[in-house]
T-cell receptor, first 112, second 118 residues
């Protein structure tokens, strides 16, 4: 399977704490994207980081990418109850027909 | 902008019947559309990729005769689950790409369709 893996599978924290999720992938990539999915809903695009970038910020989100280790991390700072959702990384392959390959996801629960 | 809709949002059907799910790009032309399936508490798995006016490309293990995909216009793709069985019960999500599958950066996701086959 080409699917990436994320850890932890589930994360439970209190409001105000930071949440860190990790993603590992298997092939060379053009870019890596993070998505959020609320229960039973569609995907919301959060942030995209290209293979030649190492870090990117967007509001309370910070994403890092280490292509040598084929891994990425998503940090959500000062978490809120509304951040409760599943988070998926998705990679765009470097060669061949380009399609997104999703990771296994991290279920985040932020308690008030 | 870049809104993708799906209809219906949920459907319940009897085993053996066929179900059609529509995916529309509301304010842009989608040269490529993707269909994913997601089982409970699992990730999205790509089922097939369709380009407007041509046959869909199916992922390994996905039966093309069971999951019929039609991308007849630049704003509409349909997925028909033929002779549905309970194991086809899942969450089906489409996405649309404006760059003929080359970008990935321009893939917009629909809200999903939940299918329950009794």
């Amino acid at each position: 399977s080409q699917q990436g893996e994320e850890d932890p599978q589930a994360l439970s924290i209190q409001e105000g704490e930071n949440a860190t999720m990790n993603c590992s992938y298997k092939t060379s990539i053009n870019n890596l994207q993070w998505y959020r999915q609320n229960s039973g809903r569609g995907l919301v695009h959060l942030i995209l980081i290209r293979s030649n970038e190492r870090e990117k910020h967007s509001g309370r989100l910070r994403v890092t990418l280490d292509t040598s280790k084929k891994s990425s991390s998503l940090l959500i700072t000062a978490s809120r109850a509304a951040d409760t959702a599943s988070y998926f990384c998705a990679t765009l392959k470097r060669t061949g027909f380009q399609k997104l390959v999703f990771g296994t996801g991290t279920r985040l629960l932020v308690s008030p | 902008g870049a809104v993708v809709s799906q209809h219906p949002s949920w459907v319940i059907c009897k085993s053996g019947t066929s179900v059609k799910i529509e995916c529309r790009s509301l304010d842009f032309q989608a040269t490529t559309m993707f269909w994913y399936r997601q089982f409970p508490k699992q990730s999205l798995m790509l089922m097939a990729t369709s380009n407007e006016g041509s046959k869909a490309t199916y992922e390994q293990g996905v039966e093309k005769d069971k999951f019929l995909i039609n991308h007849a216009s630049l704003t509409l793709s349909t997925l028909t689950v033929t002779s549905a069985h309970p194991e086809d019960s899942s969450f089906y999500i489409c996405s649309a790409d404006t760059d003929r599958g080359r970008g990935g950066e321009t893939q917009y996701f629909g809200p999903g369709t939940r299918l329950l086959v009794l």
